[in-house]
C-alpha cells in the first residue's frame, strides 16, 4: 500500500544522538525548513555509547537542554582517569595513575533515556521524526534538489521528498554502502569490544590507601585501565530501563520544557513512575593485533584479562552480572573489528555525519564528541548551499575534507594512545600532549551559540598541533615495531621502551612543560585553572581546506601561534 509522497526540505536518516542534534540546531538556525527524521527503530532504545566528553554535553546544553536537567537524569563524570596495570600490579591503589578533567561537569548517559531526552527537544522546536521508517537505499532516488526516500514502514511503503539527504545512520551508513563507499575489512589497526553490565560493583570511592586525592570522587571519571592488549572501561550509569517508553516520554517532555520547576531525581521517578537503578557498564577492549583470546567469546575474554590483570579482578570481586537488563542484549555482548569509515562523504544532494561518516575507537570516549563535530559543521554547509541554491556534491568539497582530515587526525590520536600502554609514563605523555591542544584551543565555558571550537577535537586539527602529533606518532610506531621484532609480546616490558620515552620526551617534553597551565592534572588540579585556559578568544572555524594550506593558514596560525 502506499500513500502520497511528503515533500521536505531536508530529511534525516536515523535519530541517534547526531541526526537529532543536526536537525534541532538546522531548525533553530532556519525555522522555515521543513525537516523529518526517519528512524527504522520503534522507539529510542539502547544503545553502547556512554561516556561524553565537554563538547557533547554542550551540543546537548546549546539545543536548550538545561544543565540541571543533565544532573537528574544521568551520572556525573568530572573526568577520565588512567591506570596503567599489568601482571605486577596488584591493585589499584598502587598502579600508575593519571587523571584529565572534563572542561565542565560531563556525564555517563544511558542511551535510551539521552536519545529520548534529544527526541523530545526535537520535537518542541517542530522537527518531526517518524519511527519505524526503515529507509531502503536501493529503491530510493539520491539527486540534488529532488531526492527521493522509500521507507518500509509497517502500513506499508512511504515515499518522502527531500531537497536534502543527511545519513546519519550509524554503522549501518545507509548511503556510504549504497554508493559502496564504506570501508570495514582490511583497516588496519582494528580493535575489538567486550561488556557487560554490572550491579553490586564495589564504589571505587571506598577503596582504601590511594597514593593521591583526586579532585573529584574516583567514581566520577571515566576509568581506563590499560595494558599493552588493550584497555577496560569503568563506567557508573544510572538506568531508567525499568521505565515504560511512555513514562519516560512523558517526564523528558517535561524536563524539556524550558519552565518547568527543577524536581530532584527521587521526585521525578515518583511523579512520572519512573523507577531508576545503579548499574555500571564495564567493558575490555583489545588489539586486534595482540589479542588472541576473544576469537573464544566476548564471555572467554572477560575472564582471561579478569585472572591476569590483578587490577580488574579487584574491580570485579562481588560484581553481579545483569543478564536480562537491555531487551535483544546478550549478558556479555561484543563488537569486533569496528574501525570503519566511508571513502565518500557527500554526494549530489547527500552527506553523511557521524557514526554513517566514521567511528574508530571508545578509548578517550571520543565518538560523540567526534560525531558532534561533524553534525556541527554539516548545519553550517548546508545552510550555505540552501542560500546559494547549490545542492550539488561540489558544494560540499570542504565538508568532505574536513571530515577526512578529522578522521586521519583522529585516527592517528587514537593509535597514539594504544601505543602509549607500552609504558606507564608514555599514558601520561600522551594525555598532556592531547590536552595541550585540546584546552588551548577550547572556547572558555560558554552554551551558546555553539561554535566550532566548542567541540572538543578542534584544537587538535590546527596545523601546528598536527605535525608534532605526526612526530609522536612516528617515534611510538618505530619502537613499537623494533621491540616487535625483538620480542614477541608477552615478553615485551615497560623497560624495552625506554628509549621510546627519551624520543618522545626530547621531541616534546620542552612544549609540554611550556605550556604546563593547560594540563591541569592531578598534581595541580584546580578548577580554577580549566577556567583561565586561553580560549575565549576563537569566534569563528579556522579550519582551512588542506589544499589550500600553504596559501592560506593565516587564521589557523594567528590561533595555532598561542601554544
Ligand atoms: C564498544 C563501543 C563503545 C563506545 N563507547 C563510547 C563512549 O563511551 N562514548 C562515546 O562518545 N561514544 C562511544 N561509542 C561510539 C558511539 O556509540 C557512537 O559514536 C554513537 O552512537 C553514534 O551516534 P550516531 O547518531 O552517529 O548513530 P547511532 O546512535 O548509531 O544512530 C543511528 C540511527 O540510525 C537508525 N538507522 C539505521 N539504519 C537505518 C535505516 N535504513 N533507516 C532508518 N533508520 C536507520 C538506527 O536505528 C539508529 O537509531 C562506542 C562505540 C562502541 C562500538
Redo the contacts with the bound molecule.
Keep these: 500500500m502506499y500513500s502520497k509522497p511528503m515533500n521536505h526540505d531536508v530529511a534525516v536518516?536515523?535519530?541517534?544522538?547526531?541526526?537529532l542534534l543536526f536537525a534541532i540546531w538546522l531548525k533553530r538556525e532556519r525555522p522555515s525548513l521543513n525537516i523529518v527524521i526517519?528512524?527504522?527503530?520503534e522507539s529510542?532504545g539502547h544503545?553502547?555509547?556512554?561516556?561524553?566528553?565537554s563538547g557533547?554535553c554542550r551540543a546537548m546544553r546549546s539545543t536548550g537542554i538545561r544543565h540541571e536537567v543533565l544532573q537528574r537524569l544521568f551520572y556525573t563524570k568530572n573526568g577520565l582517569g588512567f591506570f596503567y596495570s599489568d601482571t605486577n600490579t596488584s591493585d589499584l591503589q598502587t598502579a600508575p595513575e593519571y587523571i584529565t578533567e572534563t572542561f565542565d561537569e560531563t556525564f555517563q548517559v544511558e542511551?535510551r533515556t539521552c536519545?529520548s531526552l534529544l527526541v523530545a527537544n526535537a520535537n518542541r522546536v517542530g522537527v518531526s521524526v517518524l519511527w519505524h521508517?526503515?529507509?531502503?537505499?536501493n529503491e530510493s532516488v539520491f539527486s540534488a534538489g529532488a531526492n527521493r526516500l522509500e521507507?518500509e514502514t509497517p502500513r506499508g511503503r512511504v515515499a518522502i521528498n527531500a531537497r536534502f539527504v543527511v545519513d546519519?545512520?550509524?554503522?549501518?551508513s545507509?548511503l556510504g554502502r549504497h554508493f559502496s563507499r564504506y570501508c570495514e575489512s582490511n583497516v588496519p589497526f582494528q580493535t575489538s569490544?567486550a561488556?557487560a553490565y554490572f550491579k553490586n560493583v564495589k564504589w571505587l570511592n571506598q577503596y582504601q590507601g590511594w597514593r593521591n586525592t583526586a579532585e573529584f570522587p574516583r567514581d566520577e571519571y571515566?576509568q581506563h585501565i590499560c595494558f599493552k592488549e588493550g584497555w577496560v572501561?569503568y563506567?557508573p550509569i544510572i538506568s531508567w530501563q525499568k521505565a515504560t517508553d511512555d513514562n519516560l516520554m512523558e517526564m523528558l517532555n517535561y524536563l524539556a520544557t524550558p519552565d518547568s520547576p527543577m524536581l530532584t531525581r527521587d521526585e521525578l521517578s515518583q511523579k512520572f513512575n519512573c523507577p531508576y537503578e545503579q548499574i555500571w557498564s564495564i567493558?575490555i577492549?583489545l588489539r586486534s593485533d595482540r589479542d588472541q583470546v576473544l576469537a573464544q567469546g566476548p564471555q572467554a575474554a572477560f575472564e582471561h584479562y579478569k585472572r591476569k590483570i590483578p587490577a580488574l579482578t579487584t574491580l570485579l570481586d562481588g560484581a553481579e552480572i545483569l543478564k536480562d537488563h537491555y531487551p535483544n542484549h546478550n549478558p556479555y555482548a561484543v563488537?569486533k573489528n569496528?574501525r570503519r569509515f566511508a571513502q565518500q562523504i557527500t554526494g549530489d544532494g547527500w552527506l553523511l555525519?557521524?557514526?554513517?561518516a566514521f567511528?574508530i575507537d571508545?578509548l578517550r570516549?571520543?565518538?560523540?564528541?567526534?560525531?558532534v563535530a561533524t553534525a556541527y559543521y554539516a548545519v553550517q554547509e548546508i545552510l550555505g548551499a540552501l542560500d546559494e541554491g547549490n545542492l550539488s556534491r561540489s558544494r560540499f568539497d570542504r565538508y568532505e575534507a574536513y571530515v577526512q582530515d578529522l578522521f586521519d587526525m583522529l585516527e592517528e590520536q587514537n593509535q597514539i594512545a594504544y601505543m602509549s600502554h607500552n609504558h606507564p609514563q608514555a599514558i601520561s605523555l600522551v594525555r598532556r600532549f592531547g590536552e595541550v591542544s585540546s584546552r588551548g584551543h577550547f572556547n572558555g565555558i560558554c552554551d551558546e551559540p555553539y561554535q566550532m571550537a566548542d567541540t572538543n577535537v578542534w584544537g587538535h586539527l590546527c596545523p601546528k598541533h598536527r605535525q608534532r602529533q605526526r612526530i609522536v606518532w612516528k617515534i611510538m610506531r618505530e619502537e613499537e615495531v623494533e621491540v616487535g621484532a625483538r620480542s614477541p609480546i608477552e615478553e615485551q616490558e615497560p623497560k624495552d621502551y625506554e628509549r621510546m620515552m627519551f624520543r618522545l620526551r626530547q621531541a616534546v617534553g620542552g612544549h609540554l612543560d611550556l605550556h604546563m597551565s593547560l594540563t591541569p592534572y592531578i598534581m595541580h588540579n584546580k578548577r580554577e585553572q580549566i577556567q583561565l585556559s586561553p580560549t575565549k578568544a576563537i569566534a569563528k572555524p579556522y579550519w582551512v581546506h588542506p589544499a589550500q594550506r600553504k596559501h592560506n593558514v593565516r587564521s589557523a596560525n594567528l590561533i595555532a601561534d598561542r601554544i
Design positions: 536518516i536515523g535519530a541517534g544522538p547526531q541526526g526517519l528512524d527504522r527503530a529510542p544503545k553502547i555509547g556512554e561516556s561524553t566528553l557533547f542511551r536519545d521508517h526503515r529507509v531502503k537505499p521507507c546519519a545512520s550509524g554503522p549501518s545507509v569490544a561488556w571515566t572501561w563506567i567493558g577492549v563488537r569496528f555525519i557521524g557514526d554513517a567511528f571508545p570516549s571520543p565518538g560523540l564528541t567526534g560525531g
